[in-house]
């Protein structure tokens, strides 16, 4: 691992988020969640009338459970599809400076439209007197939950070249991730499995840090969550042509 | 330069290649020839360790493509049959691209892709995005893709399918050009065209080499010669006759029909004679003309077609 490594990564990761704007429909997908993420806040914002940003952050796991493989479907399927995955994959680099390349690059992608949604708690805290530290713990808490995401949904789309199923398959295992440890859920469990669960779920620890805590634990699950899907998906780019 | 040693390849019971082995030396271009489906974009996914091989070994230079696969990669310009590339890119944007993920300094970016540019004629394109470029740009493209980091091996998975005669020539010549100090293996199902740019040929049919060798070797060992064309005005039973009772003659065909008393003849000589010019004088001597004449050598169509029946 020397400078070259991560240069090389760098490279990588810069083509992909080019590849991201170069095409008309990152500014449409970021206007779509830039009117949707403020539409539905606003909504019941004047209704509540707490200069609160709470609700927001309730409401991003469920807009991010659409993004998030909207942004990942693409990154192998279309590799696949047009066969330059073959390019890609013979070129002297390793699985794992694409896969770490085109993970971040995806979550690049995510930060850049959460990061324009930073009007939101300039407009609430100019409404009323704001604390500050759960808004900052809601961000780096989706920044979190989205990685979360998009590990799980750059895998899910390693395993297909067809961009719709890997987006429809990605929903679905990033909502049952979500899911599992939701209350809801819980009650119908069993007793022995609840506590695994509710360590299991992603939106958990998310509400965690939402609140303004951050806890290595929950900082140590999303990375470990991150990391398993990742390393999952460089199993699935070196097993190619065994089939 | 490059070992290939008992390749076989496997997809579940699906045999696609059968214990190959063959070697490429430095400085060699290699026509790989076959009919579509025998096994020559297999061996190449594995010769550039994109797929692995169910058995034996792929050595460059020594070097294992298994277990040193990065070391070898860097060594290999490949271009795929499908020619993928980047279609949302422009094509400076994706040279640079290219040539900065291949680890060429920064400093000497600006002066290869010049020189790639110029060598694969991609000036008039370079500002446009790859999606609107013709069949002929792409592949131009894709070679200059391969050649960017100046690669001791070019793989090349038939670079001139789809392209219009004058493309064609132009891609050979550049793989001739190229080939002066590279080693390229290239495939195609075209015969003319590895008669015209390779030195050595292998030719491999369901999954296995059927032949190897210069292009004159292979017919000696296809078991052909040459054979005399000559188009006759005479009366058809005496000019058989005469030529069937001339020496040195092997065989006789009476192949084509242009009229009633105009036939054309195909004579093979015994080997090692050269019958032209007593074949002539026999044929004037007998007061009929000759319309046509000419020597033929057999075709690589026609090694081709025996070895791969």
Redesign the interface.
């Known amino acids: 691992m020397d400078k070259k490594y991560f240069k090389t990564i760098y490279v990588l990761f810069k083509k992909e988020l080019m590849s991201y704007f170069n095409s008309p429909i990152a500014y449409i997908f970021i206007g779509v969640f830039l009117i949707v993420g403020n539409w539905l806040f606003f909504k019941n914002f004047y209704l509540i009338g707490q200069a609160s940003m709470r609700a927001y952050f309730d409401l991003l796991p469920w807009i991010f459970l659409f993004m998030s493989p909207a942004i990942s479907m693409r990154i192998w399927a279309e590799e696949k599809k047009s066969g330059t995955i073959e390019f890609l994959l013979t070129l002297p680099i390793t699985d794992w400076q694409v896969v770490l390349a085109k993970f971040f690059s995806a979550l690049a992608f995510l930060f850049v439209s959460l990061m324009l949604s930073i009007t939101l708690p300039i407009t609430v805290m100019y409404l009323g007197n704001m604390d500050i530290g759960p808004v900052i713990g809601g961000y780096i808490g989706a920044l979190f939950l989205g990685g979360a995401y998009l590990a799980l949904g750059v895998f899910i789309s390693s395993l297909t070249k067809n961009q719709i199923i890997a987006f429809v398959l990605g929903l679905v295992a990033c909502f049952v991730a979500f899911i599992i440890g939701a209350d809801f859920v819980l009650l119908g469990a069993p007793q022995f499995l609840v506590p695994v669960m509710k360590f299991a779920g992603l939106g958990s620890h998310f509400y965690n840090i939402a609140k303004g805590v951050i806890d290595s634990k929950d900082v140590i699950y999303y990375c470990s969550f991150i990391f398993v899907f990742l390393w999952l998906n460089t199993r699935v780019i070196e097993s190619r042509g065994w089939k | 330069m490059i070992d290939i040693k008992n390749l076989t390849k496997k ?2 019971n699906n045999v696609i290649l059968d214990d190959i082995s063959f070697s490429v030396n430095k400085g060699e271009i290699l026509g790989f020839l076959g009919p579509n489906g025998a096994g020559k974009t297999t061996t190449m ?1 594995i010769i ?5 091989p169910t058995r034996g070994s792929v050595k460059i230079d020594g070097v294992d493509v298994i277990e040193n696969s ?2 070898v ?2 060594k ?1 310009g ?1 271009l ?1 049959e ?1 020619v ?6 422009r094509v400076y ?1 994706y040279l640079k ?1 290219i040539a ?4 060429i300094e920064k400093e000497n970016i600006k002066k290869r892709i010049k020189e790639v540019v110029a060598s694969c004629g991609l000036k008039k394109v370079l500002l446009k995005p790859i999606e609107e470029l013709s069949k002929g740009y792409r592949q131009r493209v894709g070679l200059a ?1 391969a050649i960017m980091h100046e690669p001791d091996i070019l793989i090349l998975d038939e670079p001139t399918t789809g392209l219009d005669p004058n493309q064609i020539k132009e891609i050979r010549d550049l793989i001739k050009k190229i080939g002066k100090e590279k080693t390229v293996i290239f495939s195609t199902h075209i015969l003319s065209e590895v008669s015209a740019t390779c030195d050595r040929i292998i030719i491999i049919n369901g999954g296995k080499i059927v032949g190897e060798g210069t292009p004159k070797e292979l017919a000696r060992k296809a078991g052909s010669q040459e054979v005399v064309y000559v188009k006759i005005k005479g009366p058809k039973e005496n000019v058989l006759d005469k030529l069937k009772e001339m020496e040195n003659v092997e065989k006789v065909e009476r192949k084509d029909k242009e009229s009633d008393d105009v036939y054309g003849y195909e004579i093979t000589p015994k080997e090692g004679v050269d019958l032209r010019e007593y074949l002539s004088m026999t044929i004037m001597g007998a007061g009929w003309s000759i319309l046509e004449f000419n020597k033929k050598t057999v075709s690589l169509e026609d090694i081709f077609r025996e070895l791969t029946k």
């Open positions: 997809f579940g996914k550039t360790s994109f797929w692995s990065l070391e990669r860097a290999i490949y795929p499908t993928p590339l980047y279609d949302d890119m944007e691209f900065e993920v291949r680890g893709q």
